[in-house]
């Protein structure tokens, strides 16, 4: 089992900035990649972000190329979403997630955290 704790969301006006970060525990030595997810009032949960965990390859929603970065620290088994001029339509709740290298398939997610952006 790995389990999933983010934190860092909050508000924000829009053309700020936030990091987001989540921390996994647990069997982390079966970590395949991680990712990021968000979803907003009356929306369906859509894709941010992933990062492979070995050699970190990225890649992102097309509509939120260079605006967010993610990233990871192995060592500490987290990843980071950095979030750049943010804009009210990016207010949602953020969740983290997980693949293993068993399934490779969305089995683990967080609690999420609320960002909003106020304009």
């Known amino acids: 089992q790995v389990q999933l704790v983010e934190s860092g969301g909050g508000l924000v006006q829009a053309g700020g900035s936030l990091r987001l970060s989540c921390a996994a525990s647990?069997?982390?030595?079966?970590?395949?990649?991680m990712g990021w997810f968000r979803q907003a009032p009356g929306k369906e949960r859509e894709f941010v972000a992933v990062i492979n965990w070995s050699g970190g390859i990225t890649s992102y929603a097309d509509s939120l190329k260079g605006r967010f970065t993610i990233s990871r620290d192995n060592a500490k088994n987290t990843v980071y979403l950095q979030m750049n001029s943010l804009k009210p339509e990016d207010t949602a709740v953020y969740y983290c997630a997980l693949k293993t290298v068993v399934t490779r398939t969305w089995d683990y997610w967080g609690q999420g955290t609320q960002v909003t952006v106020s304009s």
């Open positions: 647990g069997r982390t030595f079966s970590i395949y990649s």
